[in-house]
């Protein structure tokens, strides 16, 4: 038997979720947006989910989705938006494509087979840990209607 090792950033992976069958994006601590692929050790693309003004640190993402077989991609943080991303061509890029205003810590997100809905669980503290806590949060379930592009 054998195995293939990535390898990721230097801080932990908290979340993954599949794009299609060959490749998949993760995220983390360290505000990393990463695109994999089955062949390859390293990722394709690399992105940061923004910086925090009052520390500078990353903004640790806690929650991801995608839309199966598709190039969308959505991430949730603390910083007050959920964020629709696009894989480019060939999964060696990705790009910001739309934000979404939320109060609170988004510590879950799921969008819809039909990609007309997202649902985010948001609460006022990171799932985590309560290592931050944002009283203008509420704990609450939304669920947000993706605008037609067209």
């Known amino acids: 038997e054998s195995q293939l090792v990535y390898n990721g950033p230097q801080s932990s992976i908290d979340c993954v979720a599949l794009l299609n069958e060959e490749h998949w994006v993760t995220a983390g601590e360290d505000g990393h947006l990463a695109v994999w692929g089955v062949h390859k050790k390293k990722p394709l693309a690399l992105k940061s989910h923004g910086i925090d003004a009052i520390n500078e640190d990353p903004n640790w993402i806690s929650a991801i989705t995608t839309l199966h077989n ?36 988004v510590n879950s997100l799921a969008i819809s087979s039909c990609g007309k809905f997202i649902v985010a669980g948001l609460g006022q503290e990171h799932r985590l840990g309560r290592w931050w806590r944002d009283k203008s949060g509420k704990n609450k379930l939304a669920i947000i209607t993706v605008p037609d592009s067209s």
């Open 70 to 105: 598709t190039d969308t991609v959505i991430t949730g943080s603390r910083d007050g938006h959920i964020r629709v991303w696009q894989v480019g061509e060939n999964f060696r890029s990705i790009k910001e494509v739309h934000k979404i205003q939320v109060s609170g810590f």
